[in-house]
């Protein structure tokens, strides 16, 4: 009933930045909670980013300053603006939405994540 779309992911340069988009589309009463995710390698999935709505925003030491997490509520899309990146940062994002459906059903969403890669 709902499906998420991730974009903006590509090969930068450390030092650079960018900025992923998560669109949501489907049956969707309101956004509960949104973040950002990542698995690199041989590691597991880990945080990156968390808000919930009406909430604060938790980021890791490792990202903290540098990652910002942000929504359009018009457009049911969230973002992750990513600046001073290092290669440390390279993974692949996962966009997580949890989301009331009209249907009053609430259940998390994933995005198909998007590759990001950082070079020294």
């Known amino acids: 009933q709902v499906q998420l779309v991730e974009s903006g992911g590509g090969l930068v340069q450390a030092g650079g930045s960018l900025r992923l988009s998560c669109a949501a589309s489907?049956?969707?009463?309101?956004?509960?909670?949104m973040g950002w995710y990542r698995q690199a390698p041989g590691k597991q999935r880990e945080l990156v980013a968390f808000?919930?709505?009406?909430?604060?925003?938790a980021y890791p030491d490792s990202v903290k300053g540098r990652f910002t997490i942000s929504r359009d509520n018009a457009k049911n899309t969230v973002y992750l603006q990513m600046n001073s990146l290092k290669a440390e940062d390279t993974a692949v994002y996962y966009c997580?939405?949890?989301?009331?459906?009209?249907?009053?059903?609430?259940?998390?969403?994933w995005g198909q994540g998007t590759q990001v890669t950082v070079s020294s």
């Open positions: 997580y939405v949890l989301i009331t459906e009209v249907s009053s059903r609430t259940q998390p969403y």
């Open positions: 489907g049956s969707i009463f309101s956004i509960n909670a």
């Open positions: 808000r919930p709505t009406g909430g604060s925003t």
